[in-house]
């Protein structure tokens, strides 16, 4: 299966994705209704009611089989964007199954129980497992950045940046730096472990603009030195 982005220029446009399926391919997609050109054999489409879980965790009802050989294009809203994700042999992420566009044959989902802390700051006690060989389409909002994790030497991450990562990978809540930075600073997920941590940049993009007008400088010197000044002083 080939996939194509098609990014569009004019200003509040949303992304074309083009799929290309060869013989034998089949992509489930979630999100049938974003589909708007197809090209292929009428009974290359087929669409069929989800089970329960995948209507209680998607809030939808129906999913497209798109079999191959076919061409179809989905067109994404202004913000969002998707990401493939390609899964082999032992890998696997969790990732929120409201956000999956598509995934192939060969994916395998099991749900998994969030521990209390990662439902405090994730907002949701439930997580979907991928697994198994083959890819997923996720939507997200902003640039995907891809790290692979080590063992030993830990990778931080804002904790609301931070989009799939693998089930046995390590997660301590905590800040780093000195004194100052770990004050002004969000809260971070401190991980180790093996295989790779997906996160969205562009989440401080709000406040970088918002630096950038002219808000006087007497404001923006309290709100860098005073321990937590950039919650209480707006």
């Known amino acids: 299966m080939i996939i194509r982005m098609e990014d569009t220029t004019a200003a509040g446009a949303g992304q074309a994705v083009t799929f290309s399926l060869t013989e034998g391919d089949m992509a489930h997609v979630l999100h049938p209704d974003q589909i708007v050109a197809y090209r292929g054999p009428a009974f290359g489409r087929s669409d069929r009611l989800m089970n329960v879980k995948g209507m209680y965790r998607k809030k939808k009802l129906i999913r497209a089989d798109m079999?191959?050989?076919?061409?179809?294009?989905?067109?994404?809203?202004?913000?969002?964007?998707?990401?493939?994700?390609?899964?082999?042999?032992?890998?696997?992420?969790?990732?929120?199954?409201?956000?999956?566009?598509?995934?192939?044959?060969?994916i395998h989902m099991q749900t998994r129980i969030l521990k209390l802390k990662n439902m405090l700051v994730t907002r949701d006690a439930i997580k979907m497992k991928f697994s198994g060989n083959g890819s997923l389409g996720i939507l997200t909002q902003g640039p995907v950045c891809k790290v692979k994790l080590h063992a030993t030497e830990p990778l931080y991450v804002d904790a609301g940046s931070i989009i799939a990562y693998p089930e046995q990978a390590q997660l301590d809540l905590t800040v780093y730096g000195n004194h100052l930075a770990s004050q002004h600073m969000?809260?971070?997920?401190?991980?180790?472990?093996?295989?790779?941590?997906l996160f969205q940049a562009g989440r401080q993009n709000q406040r970088l603009a918002q630096e950038f007008n002219d808000e006087g400088l007497v404001k923006r010197f309290l709100r860098e030195v005073i321990p937590f000044g950039g919650v209480f002083i707006k």
């Open 67 to 106: 079999k191959g050989p076919c061409q179809f294009t989905a067109a994404l809203p202004p913000g969002f964007s998707m990401h493939e994700i390609e899964l082999t042999g032992e890998e696997d992420m969790l990732y929120d199954f409201r956000h999956v566009f598509f995934y192939t044959q060969g």
């Open 186 to 197: 969000n809260y971070h997920w401190k991980l180790t472990g093996e295989g790779y941590v």
